[in-house]
């Protein structure tokens, strides 16, 4: 059974830290493209950061350029997602996908496989 199992959330203030996991079971993520979402209360799920080529190739959204980054470690089979200098607006439920067919690398609509979401909330 392929399973995405996202971790690591939690509440933080403004200016603190977090680092998600996305552990995959039934799968392997090596050589494979994968992807951090996030839906915000009222809002569209939106790509975050993306890891691809290998791992040798990372993506980002304007919005978290220079804040994120997004890992990999394929002992572990796992993908991570730093998250420094967070703003109440990355205040959001995130979510990482895999089994991406082709196209753009943060476009939900390309990945099959989502894991179940992890809360992240960012108080001022």
């Known amino acids: 059974q392929v399973q995405l199992v996202e971790s690591g959330g939690g509440s933080v203030q403004a200016g603190g830290s977090l680092r998600l996991s996305c552990a995959a079971s039934g799968y392997t993520l090596t050589g494979k493209t994968v992807a951090w979402f996030r839906q915000g209360p009222g809002k569209e799920r939106e790509g975050v950061a993306a890891i691809y080529n290998g791992g040798a190739s990372t993506y980002y959204a304007e919005s978290v350029k220079g804040r994120f980054t997004i890992s990999q470690d394929n002992a572990k089979n796992t993908v991570y997602l730093q998250m420094n200098s967070l703003k109440p607006e990355d205040t959001a439920m995130y979510y990482c996908?895999?089994?991406?067919?082709?196209?753009?690398?943060?476009?939900?609509?390309?990945?099959?496989?989502w894991g179940q979401g992890t809360q992240v909330t960012v108080s001022s």
């Open positions: 996908a895999a089994g991406m067919r082709t196209g753009y690398v943060l476009r939900s609509q390309n990945y099959n496989i």
